[in-house]
């Protein structure tokens, strides 16, 4: 049974830094893809980094060189390294997995998620 648990969500001041972490049961990483997605309230969710199989990333633009998706496929850990943070980063943040290759930022691609953490810039 798949199970993907996020943590290390929170309240930070805006410029601040936060590491999300995304523990994976019952998934190899050298069989799945994995990737963030954050929704904000009252907007649509939209995919933050993803990263496949074989290490190939993908940041979406709006925090391409502030945020860096990385894994640890020893510990069945995903990450989230998030710096520079603004308040428009305020959202509920998800791990997401799918089976086999890369699914960049379709999310009806991913058939395991997490119940999310949430992170809150102040300015």
């Known amino acids: 049974q798949v199970q993907l648990v996020e943590s290390g969500g929170g309240s930070v001041q805006a410029g601040g830094s936060l590491r999300l972490s995304c523990a994976a049961s019952g998934v190899s990483f050298s069989g799945y893809s994995m990737a963030w997605f954050r929704q904000a309230p009252g907007k649509m969710r939209e995919g933050v980094a993803a990263?496949?199989?074989?290490?190939?990333?993908l940041h979406a633009d709006s925090v391409k060189g502030r945020f860096t998706i990385s894994k640890d496929s020893a510990e069945n850990t995903l990450y989230l390294q998030m710096n520079s943070l603004s308040p428009e980063d305020t959202a509920m943040y998800y791990c997401?997995?799918?089976?086999?290759?890369?699914?960049?930022?379709?999310?009806?691609?991913?058939?395991?998620w997490g119940q999310g953490t949430q992170v809150t810039v102040s300015s």
């Open positions: 990263i496949g199989r074989y290490g190939t990333t």
């Open positions: 997401a997995a799918k089976i086999g290759g890369y699914g960049a930022f379709f999310s009806d691609q991913y058939s395991f």
